[in-house]
């Protein structure tokens, strides 16, 4: 058994200061005011007065980290690496690459998911790509696109062990948006994202049960007040839920708040969006034959196309609250119960009550991580 105590606690609803936290095994088993929680005797204690405790961040959009890419068998060092960054759970996100080159990744990543090393846990796979809008690319290569089958998503899972969890693609291309009912079906959840559709076609989308947006502003057409398409759309439907790169960035601190407005934060899905170069010095990098600079916070392609992000969901998490001026209890719904919702694993992760995974960081008074811990293990601690 673990406890923290004398800490800060920040539960859904409320910040509960000189508080204990009681895990046991991989459970979260008491929370409360130092008074209420009894602790045995025989416990792993941990005395931290005044630091701020949250539940584990969840990051449903990450492509890895520190030359580390999630696509693929480097997954394995992606997971060891997200704790320090207060993530414990994640989708491994994959990009556009030929499509023999995508089931050799997908095979690999299987691979690694069977028997994967102690780290952040790995809840699946984030398809994003090859079913996107050329009109759409961001930084991905179009000539490789192509519109989504039911046949091409089978073969796709098959190669993946069955992990692939959530797919970003162009539900206006080809019979794409009528697959929507099936995905679900197969419990995979359906995304817009890398779309150039009508507000109109996501409508329809929605009632067939899209609810999740992929970098909602990044590689999608933009909002006409006559046309409002896929942001228009994401604005106006409650259903949906949109991920939001906070790296101060990919999304103008102006439109991050305007976007807060319009979807509160149980509206709002932190992503990091992270490339595999996040976190890495600045300078010139290779990947997946791009050139990639590395400057100051952004990393991009030679023509200035932001190419993911160079920050991580700490960095997100402490800007909704600097950028957006949420309070930090705003900022955690938005990095861990919404993203548990959207898993649909609310019932169990992303939040810090007796019952559910015991995911949870210890922050200072910066907002910067000191401790990690994912299912009851202290994954990480700062020196
Ligand atoms: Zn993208």
Redesign the pocket.
Known sequence: MIVLTEIDLYTPRQVIPAAALLIEGDKIVACGTMAEVRIPAEVQAFALPGKKVFPGFIDVHTHGLLGQDAFGHSLAEVIQSLPRFGVTAFLATTVTLPMAEIYTRLREMAAVLENPPSGANCLGIHL?GPHLSPKRP?S?TAKWFHPLTQEEFESLQEAAGGKIRMI?FAPEEGDALRLIPYLLEQGVIPVI??SDASYELVAEAVSLGLAHA??TF??MNPFHHRAPGVIGAVLAFPQITAQLIADGYHVHPGAMRALLNAKRPLGICLVS?SAPFAALPNGEYQWEGYRLLIEGETCHLPDGTLAGAHALLDTGFRNLIHLASLTPSQAATCAAEVPARALRMERGKGRLQPGFDADVIVMDDAYQVVMTIVEGKVLWRRE
């Open positions: 994003e961001g991905a970003t994202g890398h992929t970098h990044n590689a969006d």
